[in-house]
């Protein structure tokens, strides 16, 4: 089993603590981080996205100019998409559908071989607890500066508090969730995943 120093509010380590092979310690599988993260972005779509086509845009109900006789070629409306103002052709609509499926197994597996990444780059840092006493963001910062967390980090709870959210919710590098809210796209989209203890213990319980 994979070790990790359990840490203080301060950064001071407390003792060692093992991570359970079974979520931390498998063998990673690529290409279901890879759906699962495509799978994620396509739900970010609205899918609202639309073009008219030359049957759609208002006007060109004659022919520009005779058939023959000036010079030009022949046309049979302005509202051809070749003109200014014209109709799109095979332009976006919005009846495409991106929803795309992933089984639950596939799920779990990627979220385990993202976590199992973490854990092999030594980027998860386990806090005893993480009770924040002021709403203040400056207050927030200076703890995580002492548990030397640089750069984006995915901060991951069993429950949320208002002085949490409201300390955390300016700090655009920052997101904290819930235990039963982590997913493999936050844990690979985020450098540093900190959790706290009891919520390791209680997605070790669910995943495994």
Do not use: C
């Not at 750069?151 to 039963?180: C, F, M, P, Q």
Request: net charge positive; aromatic share 6%.
């Amino acid at each position: 089993m994979p070790k990790i120093a359990l840490l203080n509010i301060k950064g001071e380590k407390i003792k060692d603590i093992k991570l359970n092979d079974e979520i931390f310690g498998i063998e990673p599988n690529n290409q279901t981080i890879y759906d699962a993260i495509v799978l994620k972005n396509a739900s970010m779509r609205q899918g609202s996205h639309s073009t008219k086509t030359r049957s759609e845009v208002s006007g060109g109900g004659r022919k520009p100019w005779r058939q023959k006789g000036t010079g030009n070629a022949r046309q049979g409306s302005i509202r051809a998409p070749h003109f200014v103002g014209g109709g799109v052709v095979f332009g976006p609509t919005p009846n495409k559908n991106y929803t795309k499926k992933q089984n639950r197994k596939e799920r779990r597996l990627a979220l385990k071989s993202a976590l199992t990444y973490k854990a092999k780059n030594k980027e998860i840092f386990v806090v005893e607890g993480l009770n924040v006493d002021t709403p203040k963001t400056k207050d927030f910062v200076k703890l995580l500066e002492d548990l030397k967390i640089e750069g984006k980090a995915l901060i991951v709870v069993k429950e949320l508090t208002d002085n949490l959210i409201l300390a955390s919710r300016n700090l655009s590098d920052i997101k904290v969730i819930e235990t039963h809210e982590i997913n493999t796209f936050d844990v690979t989209y985020y450098k540093n995943l900190v959790m706290t203890e009891e919520a390791v213990k209680m997605l070790e319980e669910v995943l495994k």
